[in-house]
């Protein structure tokens, strides 16, 4: 069975830095590309970033692009979302996702970051 | 604001059939596949439709996807009060260095 366990939300200061943590387990996470996709309290859904399975291929939405670092560790099965400098409107639960083929196929339950002082 | 129009509201009575509507571009839609997810009240999206009109197994075949141009349209048949949620249309973005892009979702409520 397909499992993404998100970690690492919490409460920050406006400025601040947080580590998003997804661990994977029940496929072969080393074949798949992953994103990290965030919902913001009461809105849609907003894609924020890509990596392809080998880390080759990194994309970012313009509106974190600079400050959000996306990486994974293929020996630990885990995904990362490095985000600095945070603001207001980065509050959001923040899903990891899983993507080949097919966009999304599977989703983690989320973690919430709330960015307030 | 969205890349991709949804309405925000849908609703039906159970039994009825109801679309919802996904609007794009020849950048996204026009040149993608589109994907759609449902997602229940306190839960993390689900993947209802991809590539356009395929069904993952245990999606019942009362969900259904279709693709013209730059449009895209869900449809559910039979109405039942457990697909009130909110459904997100998304779609690659080729002007959009990879970039992916999602419609505004739909809260389908079921009366």
């Known amino acids: 069975e397909v499992q993404l366990v998100e970690s690492g939300g919490g409460l920050v200061q406006p400025g601040g830095s947080l580590r998003l943590s997804c661990a994977a387990s029940?496929?072969?996470?080393?074949?798949?590309?992953m994103n990290w996709v965030r919902q913001a309290p009461g809105k849609g859904l907003e894609w924020v970033s890509y990596?392809?399975?080998?880390?080759?291929?990194?994309y970012y939405a313009d509106s974190v692009k600079g400050r959000f670092t996306i990486s994974r560790d293929n020996a630990k099965n885990s995904l990362y979302l490095q985000m600095n400098s945070l603001r207001a409107e980065d509050t959001a639960v923040y899903y990891c996702?899983?993507?080949?083929?097919?966009?999304?196929?599977?989703w983690g339950q989320g973690t919430l970051v709330t960015v307030s002082s | 604001q969205s890349v991709l129009t949804q309405p925000p509201s849908a609703s039906g009575t159970p039994g009825q059939r109801v679309t919802i509507s996904c609007s794009g571009s020849?950048?996204?839609?026009?040149?993608?596949?589109v994907y759609w997810y449902q997602q229940l009240p306190g839960t993390a999206p689900k993947l209802l439709i991809y590539?356009?009109?395929q069904r993952p197994s245990g999606v019942p075949d009362r969900f259904s996807g279709s693709k013209s141009g730059t449009s895209a349209s869900l449809a559910i048949s039979g109405l039942r009060s457990e697909d009130e949620a909110d459904y997100y249309c998304?779609?690659?973005?080729?002007?959009?260095?990879?970039?992916?892009?999602f419609g505004g979702g739909t809260k389908l409520t079921v009366l």
């Open positions: 998304a779609a690659w973005d080729d002007s959009l260095s990879g970039q992916v892009v």
């Open positions: 029940g496929f072969t996470f080393s074949s798949y590309s």
């Open positions: 990596i392809s399975s080998s880390s080759s291929t990194i």
């Open positions: 590539r356009n009109n």
């Open positions: 020849s950048s996204n839609i026009g040149s993608n596949y």
């Open positions: 996702a899983r993507t080949d083929s097919i966009l999304f196929d599977y």
